[in-house]
């Protein structure tokens, strides 16, 4: 760990933010809406502000992309993409699950402002856990200074996966129907409300997939890192190679990819997918497939 050269640096700045965080959620904040229905709190604009002056102070000459506001310094060889409060709905609500975000992408010269460069490095914090995730290009993926890897769950019926719905425009959105078909032949699917959270756990093992519509950088830069270093896939649903605007990903341990594909892939398409497989037929293929491991 202490080779490390940015998420050292990045996780004392989210340790810091986090406890600010913490100190704010304790205290009770007020809340605003910076839209028709997204919501906005003081200590969303406070941890924001607190990451941009130490990350300026640590990385003068990088980038700063960051949810509330902050574009600095966007042609820079390095941007940091920051969620200084992912899980704001949950914040306000006083739900406990809520984290820190920061992800650094390398970007090569002459790269467009909207072009994605390589994630080099990202950092989730949770300051209710004290849960520390990081992840460097080529190091690994950790959790509290322990490495992590994905799950090793097989099929999709033994699988826990994550979604989340978009807070706006709701019932315009097809993921409800995903999220009935996923959960009817699955462990079951989890909504905790922090995207960043979800990716996080996929690349430790307590979630085996996760898939959203429609999110932005700040929300997946470092999951995606974390998940690819801890052995894991994230692609677009087709299997696609993803892209920070995040129209869709689809994060899974690997082994579980193909199956979470055909689902996509035959509803999109409008087809019906195969029947639910039976209790007895869920035993079935587990056992032979434990056979199988022998």
Known sequence: MSEF??????SEIA?????LLKDFYEKGVKTEYKGDVDLVTEADRASEALIKRRLAEAFPEHGIYGEEGTRERMSG??????????????????FPVFCVVLGLELRAPGLA????GEMVAGVIYDPLRDELFVAERGRGAWLNERQIHVSKAKQLQEALTATGFPSQKRHKSPNVHFYQEITLRSHGVRRAGSAALDLAYVACGRLDGYWEFNLNPWDTSAGYLLVEEAG????????????????????????IFEELKTVFET?????DLERIPTPAEFRARREADEGLAL
Do not use: C, Q
């Open 5 to 10: 050269v940015f998420v050292g640096i990045a």
């Open 15 to 19: 340790r810091e933010a986090g406890a």
């Open 77 to 94: 060889e390095y941007r940091w993409y920051v969620d200084p409060l992912d899980g704001t709905t949950n914040f306000a609500h006083g």
């Open 113 to 116: 402002d909207d072009e994605d």
């Open 232 to 255: 894991g896939t994230v692609t677009h649903f087709d299997g696609g190679k993803f892209t920070l605007d995040s129209r869709e990903v689809l994060a899974t341990n690997g082994l």
């Open 267 to 271: 509803m999109f398409a409008g087809n």
